[in-house]
């Protein structure tokens, strides 16, 4: 598999994971990431970004495409859940939810608009946005997240029914709970583990990796009629 993928998040969880599989597929792989030093560490090629700077999310793009000539996959996947704060929706703090919002919904945006000309130019493209299991159901407490979440999947399906003329598709993974730095204040409690795994019906998390290898299978062509897909990856999480 060759090409370029950009994956946004890079140095956390499932986006190092990421990097990891689209790099051992044959890919160039530029790692995107607040951390500068860990998004290095983990691709040669890589840059600081904050996806939720319009400013910093064009030129970035730009210089990519400057030096590679094109970007045949992006990976939208640079998240946060908000503070402890962020609970229900009368108890979020407006500046918590603004956050949210800005890097899981502002960001895809910023990054999908950036890379989009090109990918019409080159009549060709993918768009991986990781969205959530909450974006299919409303994880309790977790207003802000959840709402992004839910965002995040109809922005992948916008993008899909807008730009699937121009050869380009779009599509979205919803992963039930991962073991990342993301989550590993709860899994590192045995309790709340034991009580999270209960409600999975394979009975664990999910390793990064296994999220990684969704996002490998659709850049790497296969699945080619999923277009707009929200492609659930939770050990049977939402099924119960
Ligand atoms: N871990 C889970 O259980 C889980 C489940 C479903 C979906 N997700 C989603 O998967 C994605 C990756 O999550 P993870 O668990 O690997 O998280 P993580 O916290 O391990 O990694 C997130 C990465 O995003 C980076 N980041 C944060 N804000 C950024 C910004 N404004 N610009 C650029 N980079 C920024 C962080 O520096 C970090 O490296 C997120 O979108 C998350 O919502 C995670």
Not at 42 to 52: E, H, I, M, R, T
Not at 180 to 208: C, F, K, S, Y
Request: net charge negative; charged share 15%.
């Amino acid at each position: 598999m060759s090409g370029v993928a950009v994956v946004t998040g890079a140095a956390g969880g499932i986006g190092s994971a990421t990097v990891r599989q689209l790099t051992a597929d044959g890919m160039t792989v530029v790692a995107l990431d607040l951390d500068a030093d860990a998004a290095s560490a983990v691709s040669p090629q890589s840059y600081a970004l904050d996806v939720s700077n319009a400013d910093a999310v064009d030129d970035v793009m730009g210089r990519i495409l400057a030096q590679f000539g094109r970007i045949d996959v992006l990976v939208n996947n640079a998240g946060i859940t908000g503070s402890q704060e962020a609970t229900t929706a009368h108890a979020t703090p407006v500046d918590e939810f603004d956050k949210v919002m800005a890097v899981n919904v502002r960001g895809p945006f910023l990054c999908s608009r950036a890379v989009l000309p090109s990918m019409m130019e080159a009549g060709s493209g993918h768009i991986i946005t990781i969205a959530s299991a909450a974006a299919i159901v409303a994880f309790p407490a977790r207003f802000a997240y959840t709402t992004s979440k839910g965002a995040a999947l109809q922005l992948a399906r916008s993008i899909a029914v807008d730009y699937a003329r121009y050869g380009i598709r779009s599509n979205a993974i919803c992963p039930g709970m991962v073991e990342t730095p993301m989550t590993q204040w709860r899994l590192d409690q045995p309790e709340l583990r034991a009580r999270m795994e209960a409600q999975i019906p394979m009975g664990r998390v999910a390793n990064p990796d296994e999220i990684a290898d969704a996002v490998s299978v659709l850049a790497s062509g296969r699945l080619g009629y999923a277009n707009g897909s929200a492609i659930v990856i939770d050990g049977g999480w939402t099924s119960l």
